[in-house]
């Protein structure tokens, strides 16, 4: 079951941990996987701003790394007094293992709106066959 509350408390306060040094841009994901187990993840910049990392697919990554592959949800909350959406590369990356994803959006204040990440990302990329 989904708590986006809890996520997204999650995410805020992993956003402290950002390393926007040059944007000051700070970003904070929580990543819910089927298994019950939450992974964060922070933006990090790089003085070559092509090699950034956002937040979102550090979330992924780590869970990938520990070999979770199914999510859930995942919270995104930033600074902004804005809601946070995930860039089009981390929404290509999180279709790549579900279209149906729940994506918390919040604000600074922890506001939040979900929506489908196949709402965001409708006809999404992905390759046919082969195991995972």
Do not use: H, W
């Not at 298994?35 to 922070?42: A, D, P, Q, R």
């Not at 994803?101 to 046919?128: S, T, W």
């Amino acid at each position: 079951m989904v708590n986006p509350e809890k996520l997204v408390k999650m995410a805020l306060e992993a956003r402290k941990k950002a390393y926007a040094k040059y944007s000051g841009f700070r970003v904070g994901a929580a990543l819910l996987t089927k298994s019950g187990k939450i992974y964060t993840g922070v933006n990090v910049e790089n003085s070559s701003y092509g090699l950034t990392v956002c937040a979102e697919r550090v979330a992924v990554f780590k869970a990938v790394s520990e070999g979770e592959r199914e999510f859930v949800a995942i919270a995104i909350a930033s600074d902004s007094p804005d809601k946070t959406a995930p860039c089009g590369a981390c929404r290509q990356v999180l279709y790549e293992f579900s279209d149906d994803l729940d994506v918390i959006m919040a604000d600074r204040d922890g506001n939040f709106e979900i929506v489908k990440l196949k709402d965001l990302l409708p006809r999404g990329f992905r390759l046919g066959g082969g195991e995972y």
